[in-house]
Nanobody, 122 residues
Framework: QVQLVESGGGLVQPGGSLRLSCLAS????????IGWFRQAPGKEREGVSC?????????????HYASSVKGRFTISSDNAKNTVYLQMNSLKPEDTAVYYC??????????WGQGTQVTISS
């Protein structure tokens, strides 16, 4: 059974950092892509970044928000731990959202985690 569990969210001040984790079970990262998505209050869910478990290649969707996180957010994976990370630096209030990880072929999400709340506020 595919299961994804996010952790690492919280409340931080602007300029701070967080590292989100997505622990996968029921499948092996080596053969799938894992993406991070976010849903801000009152907005639709959108992609942040994705990584191929096989190649380690990363992908940022061509959206305004994804463009804004380049250089601040880094996605990575530890296949031995079946875990994908999202290192978030220089956080801004507009990064406030529920962050989800999802697994699927070619970064198309098929199964989702429950999400973790990230709040950036002074």
């Amino acid at each position: 059974q595919v299961q994804l569990v996010e952790s690492g969210g919280g409340l931080v001040q602007p300029g701070g950092s967080l590292r989100l984790s997505c622990l996968a079970s029921g499948f092996t990262l080596d053969y799938y892509a894992i993406g991070w998505f976010r849903q801000a209050p009152g907005k639709e869910r959108e992609g942040v970044s994705c990584i191929s478990g096989r190649s380690g290649r990363t992908y940022y969707p061509p959206t305004h928000y994804a463009s804004s996180v380049k250089g601040r957010f880094t996605i990575s994976s530890d296949n031995a731990k079946n875990t994908v990370y999202l290192q978030m630096n220089s956080l801004k209030p507009e990064d406030t959202a529920v962050y989800y990880c999802a697994v699927g072929p070619s970064c198309v999400p098929k199964s989702w985690g429950q999400g973790t709340q990230v709040t950036i506020s002074s």
